[in-house]
């Protein structure tokens, strides 16, 4: 697949267009780098946990009724 060209003006544009949102919304102060690396880690988490999900699945621990309800505590 050929990547689409994209002039730097194009994005000093967006990237301008960014800045403003944010600021109009006051969130510089939630853009701490703990905050960012917490919400990053968050978002990847639950990325993850449909396929940390499907190993169970095929092992027939989850969706199996009861048994499956206790798969913590049985292994």
Known sequence: MIAPTVHRSELTELRDRMRSFTEERDWD???????????????????LEPFSMAQFRRK?????GKRG???????
């Open 29 to 47: 102060k939630f853009h701490s780098p703990k905050n960012l690396a917490t919400a990053l880690s968050i978002e990847a988490s639950e990325l």
């Open 60 to 64: 027939g621990r989850i969706g199996a």
């Open 69 to 75: 309800a206790n798969m913590s505590r049985n292994g």
